[in-house]
């Protein structure tokens, strides 16, 4: 890729979309550009290269304000990988309550489709669970869950 690309072809080598790389812009994760004489930016091989980092990481689910840091630390190549490894581990903890929230929630629904006898509505209890919220056991595990959070520090 040569030096200085627009904006779009930018965008569309790191599989950015054209707004979202302005965004990216206006909240700090980019660099303000080079810009032309006619006030159009310029992207060079870097910058392509920052936009698909930040993709990935987004694609990862990582947050906006862990990307930033990961891409501090990525600017300074030199330092300990110590804080990236702790945001990565940060990010696998928080899919892993969520991988067990949607397992309990899978369980749960398995439940209630299991004891419905397929008879009426007035014995159905797939209605039965979903209009008495005691009768759910996935929010009970979802109390538990949170609790577990705040505990585990991360």
Known sequence: MS??????????????????????????????????DGNRRLYGPADVKRLTFIR??????????????LLQLQDQPNQSCAVADDIARGRLGEVRRRIASLRAL???????????SH?????????EVLADHCECRFHAHEADGAEADGAEGG
């Open 3 to 36: 030096v200085g690309v627009s904006i779009g072809v930018a965008a569309k080598a790191s599989g950015v979309k054209v707004p979202t790389v302005r965004f990216y812009e206006q909240i700090g994760l980019m660099p303000p550009m080079v810009r032309t």
């Open 56 to 69: 990935h990481a987004r694609e990862l689910g990582f947050e906006i304000d862990a990307i930033r840091e």
């Open 106 to 116: 899978e369980a749960e629904l398995e439940r209630m489709v299991g004891e419905c």
């Open 119 to 127: 008879g009426r509505v007035a014995e159905c209890r797939v209605i």
